[in-house]
């Protein structure tokens, strides 16, 4: 399987500028309320018209989720949103997330808002080479929000409440133009593979002097989660790739045909043709973007001598793909090695979850 990834690798680098010019079906949209100012011919907008003062009226959120089906991407500038109205705005798209805290205890003052900065419980700039500052260098990896959960997420809302002078932006890859770009030959062989997601594989990757080896309790709280890696994008009509440095293993392949295949379909999507970059401008400046079908890193900033408080939502996503495809697997497919032995042998798991109950939560 893959034997040849050597060649496939130097395929695709052939086929880069060809695929530059696939473009994704784009859907068209009724002018509506909202204006969207494109960041990039296909990917990316930043929207304005919203009266971020009151709860939105549903037609703005339809218009919204049909915006962001079609850009992926979507800056709001000077929301003026605080932990409260932030975490309200959220839930209309659905359950929210409580966010784990895991080697970074929680600052902001909701359960639903997860810490994305570099500043402690004390407010103060996490110290260099704490765990907690190895922990978030996972970030600067290219990955997609909760794919090493089992339910997985949809929209990530992430929103300004200190910036640095300099740095510190996000960048952005469009995995349905990403998945568009590949070589058939490519696309056909991984339709129905199935990828293991676990966040101590990028905590790993990014800092392999303290993520060698993840501690029995970091590997209880947060083990693999398995989807597809070709997925059908919330648009309905997009096929999109599905993966994220998080992406330990393909299943049913060898190490290190697994490992090469990841990295083949990392690297292309990595191009710069597929991504745009967002500054943050100002404080209360939010950017929601789509899981499903993006990926995103942080880029660097001086973290020992600036702050950076972000604060980010995250929703749970109750489409199709919801919960992967962990029901259909066997216990011997779920990687002893990597503690997915404790997460499945527990009686109940996501996939048993209501519409109803996902939305109650
Ligand atoms: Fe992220």
């Given at each position: 399987?893959?034997?040849?990834?050597?060649?496939?690798?130097?395929?695709?680098?052939?086929?880069?500028?060809?695929?530059?010019?696939?473009?994704?079906?784009?859907?068209?949209?009724?002018?509506?309320?909202?204006?969207?100012?494109?960041?990039?011919?296909?990917?990316?907008?930043?929207?304005?018209?919203?009266?971020?003062?009151?709860?939105?009226?549903?037609?703005?959120?339809?218009?919204?989720?049909?915006?962001?089906?079609?850009?992926?991407?979507?800056?709001?500038?000077?929301?003026?949103?605080?932990?409260?109205?932030?975490?309200?705005?959220?839930?209309?798209?659905?359950?929210?997330?409580?966010?784990?805290?895991?080697?970074?205890?929680?600052?902001?003052?909701?359960?639903?808002?997860y810490?994305a900065?570099?500043?402690?419980?004390?407010?103060?700039?996490?110290?260099?080479?704490?765990?907690?500052?190895?922990?978030?260098?996972?970030?600067?990896?290219?990955?997609t929000d909760s794919?090493?959960?089992?339910?997985?997420s949809s929209y990530s809302a992430l929103?300004?409440?200190?910036?640095?002078?300099?740095?510190?932006?996000?960048?952005?890859?469009?995995?349905?133009?990403?998945?568009?770009?590949?070589?058939?030959?490519?696309?056909?062989?991984?339709?129905?593979?199935?990828?293991?997601?676990?966040?101590?594989?990028?905590?790993?990757?990014?800092?392999?002097?303290?993520?060698?080896?993840?501690?029995?309790?970091?590997?209880?709280?947060?083990?693999?989660?398995?989807?597809?890696?070709?997925?059908?994008?919330?648009?309905?009509?997009?096929?999109?790739?599905?993966?994220?440095?998080?992406?330990?293993?393909?299943?049913?392949?060898?190490?290190?045909?697994?490992?090469?295949?990841?990295?083949?379909?990392?690297?292309?999507?990595?191009?710069?043709?597929?991504?745009?970059?967002?500054?943050?401008?100002?404080?209360?400046?939010?950017v929601q973007w789509d899981n499903?079908?993006?990926?995103h890193?942080?880029?660097?900033?001086?973290?020992?001598?600036?702050?950076?408080?972000?604060?980010r939502t995250t929703i749970?996503?109750?489409?199709?793909?919801?919960?992967?495809?962990?029901?259909?697997?066997?216990?011997?497919?779920?990687?002893?090695?990597?503690?997915?032995?404790?997460?499945?042998?527990?009686?109940?798991?996501?996939?048993?979850?209501?519409?109803?109950?996902?939305?109650?939560?």
């Amino acid at each position: 399987m893959f034997s040849s990834s050597r060649q496939t690798l130097k395929y695709l680098h052939h086929v880069s500028a060809s695929s530059t010019q696939a473009k994704r079906h784009l859907a068209s949209i009724a002018p509506g309320i909202l204006q969207a100012k494109p960041l990039s011919p296909s990917f990316g907008a930043e929207v304005d018209g919203i009266d971020w003062s009151r709860p939105l009226a549903p037609e703005v959120v339809r218009e919204i989720v049909q915006l962001q089906n079609k850009w992926g991407v979507l800056v709001f500038r000077t929301t003026g949103l605080t932990d409260t109205t932030h975490v309200q705005y959220s839930k209309n798209f659905g359950a929210l997330e409580t966010a784990h805290a895991m080697n970074k205890p929680r600052r902001a003052s909701l359960p639903q808002l997860y810490d994305a900065g570099n500043l402690g419980p004390d407010d103060k700039i996490i110290p260099q080479f704490s765990r907690a500052w190895w922990h978030t260098k996972g970030n600067g990896l290219w990955h997609t929000d909760s794919s090493f959960h089992q339910h997985r997420s949809s929209y990530s809302a992430l929103r300004a409440v200190e910036l640095p002078p300099v740095g510190g932006q996000t960048k952005y890859a469009d995995m349905r133009a990403a998945y568009l770009g590949l070589p058939n030959d490519i696309k056909e062989r991984i339709e129905n593979l199935v990828a293991e997601h676990w966040i101590w594989h990028s905590r790993k990757l990014a800092a392999p002097q303290e993520f060698d080896k993840p501690t029995d309790g970091e590997k209880a709280t947060l083990p693999p989660a398995y989807h597809k890696l070709v997925q059908i994008a919330p648009d309905g009509i997009n096929k999109t790739l599905y993966i994220a440095s998080h992406a330990r293993r393909i299943l049913g392949m060898a190490d290190s045909e697994s490992t090469s295949l990841i990295k083949i379909l990392l690297d292309h999507a990595q191009q710069p043709q597929y991504q745009v970059t967002v500054k943050w401008k100002n404080v209360g400046d939010l950017v929601q973007w789509d899981n499903r079908c993006t990926m995103h890193r942080a880029t660097a900033f001086q973290d020992q001598s600036n702050r950076r408080d972000m604060r980010r939502t995250t929703i749970h996503d109750h489409g199709p793909g919801a919960f992967g495809v962990k029901n259909l697997l066997s216990a011997d497919d779920i990687d002893i090695r990597a503690g997915g032995k404790i997460d499945i042998s527990e009686g109940a798991t996501p996939e048993t979850q209501t519409q109803e109950q996902i939305l109650a939560m």
